[in-house]
């Protein structure tokens, strides 16, 4: 499952498209998190705002979504003057039990799993 705006993924993954392996959606996370049930996804990847808000919001509304040995990816944990990323992984890890167990340091790329 890939959610994205960007006509590129749609040629990237255009043969896994026709044969059903993957579905591309454009819609905003606030609407498509409904589209699907609880305990749906083994992974799910954040790549969006960077605001403090936004991010929280995004991680506790996705990770109903997430199997119980699923995982919740991210991009951006990074300092920046503008960026809430860090902050907000860091609260959702600390309310909803989590841990990080990847972080790439170069793309400030991460993965975070239940305890």
Known sequence: MIRTRKATTNIKFSRQISKGGVSVYSLSSEYAVQLFP???FDFVYHDASHIYEDVIRDLVQW???VKVNGFICGHDYI???DFGVIDAVDKFCDLYNYEMII???NGG???LSRK
């Open 38 to 40: 609880d305990l749906y």
């Open 63 to 65: 990770e109903k979504k």
């Open 79 to 81: 300092q920046h003057e």
């Open 103 to 105: 972080f790439n340091k």
């Open 109 to 111: 790329d991460y993965a």
